[in-house]
């Protein structure tokens, strides 16, 4: 197995993964997306063993730093962004920095005031651990990404003369 197809499959797994795990929380069953994780890594691992290609030479080494570094570098503004934007959600709610609103002593109805849309519902974090493994599995992508053209730009496949 190349190198690169790893790094595919490591992505593919991580999506199943995702899946599994909507299905664990639609079904309320939460020994399905451990199990099923466990799984993933015990496949992931196998599948590490089966790459032929030589793990670490100065080339690979420069093409692996350059490629982490350039995931690392967008996948930080969008986890930041992602976290600005959920911020923002999280501190405009009672649940957040805001003080909550003076009773009203006109108020007369308290069981109303209670199911205004002003607290935070509690499916938002819910999304927003979905969103974050959604965006690990972009990183992954991007890093398959940044593999493929840093090893084309710098020859990784090209055949070595001093082997042949």
Same mark, same amino acid.
């Given at each position: 197995?190349? #190198?690169?197809?790893?790094?595919?499959?490591?992505?593919?797994?991580?999506?199943?993964?995702? $899946?599994?795990?909507?299905?664990?929380?639609?079904?309320?069953?939460?020994?399905?997306?451990?199990?099923?994780?466990?799984? $993933?890594? &015990?496949?992931?691992?196998?599948?590490?063993?089966?790459?032929?290609?030589?793990?670490? !030479?100065? #080339? /690979?080494?420069?093409?692996?730093?350059?490629?982490? &570094?350039? /995931?690392?570098? +967008?996948?930080? +503004?969008?986890?930041?962004?992602?976290?600005?934007?959920?911020?923002?959600?999280?501190?405009?709610?009672?649940?957040?920095?805001?003080?909550?609103?003076?009773?009203?002593?006109?108020?007369?109805?308290?069981?109303?005031?209670?199911?205004?849309?002003? +607290?935070?519902?509690?499916?938002?974090?819910?999304?927003?651990?979905? $969103?974050? &493994?959604?965006?690990?599995?972009?990183?992954?992508?991007?890093?398959?990404?940044?593999?493929?053209?840093?090893?084309?730009?710098? $020859?990784?496949?090209?055949? !070595?003369?001093?082997?042949?």
């Amino acid at each position: 197995m190349k #190198r690169n197809s790893f790094y595919l499959l490591a992505g593919i797994v991580a999506l199943i993964e995702v $899946g599994i795990f909507w299905l664990s929380v639609e079904l309320e069953k939460p020994l399905l997306i451990q199990v099923a994780f466990v799984l $993933g890594i &015990l496949l992931i691992y196998m599948a590490r063993k089966r790459v032929e290609e030589t793990i670490e !030479d100065e #080339r /690979t080494a420069m093409i692996t730093q350059k490629a982490a &570094l350039r /995931t690392l570098e +967008v996948s930080w +503004v969008a986890f930041f962004a992602l976290s600005l934007g959920s911020a923002v959600v999280a501190f405009s709610r009672p649940l957040g920095l805001r003080p909550p609103h003076p009773l009203d002593p006109n108020a007369t109805h308290l069981v109303m005031r209670l199911t205004e849309p002003d +607290v935070l519902p509690f499916n938002l974090f819910g999304r927003f651990a979905v $969103g974050q &493994l959604v965006l690990l599995c972009l990183v992954i992508f991007l890093y398959v990404g940044f593999r493929v053209y840093y090893a084309r730009k710098y $020859g990784e496949w090209d055949r !070595d003369e001093e082997q042949d």
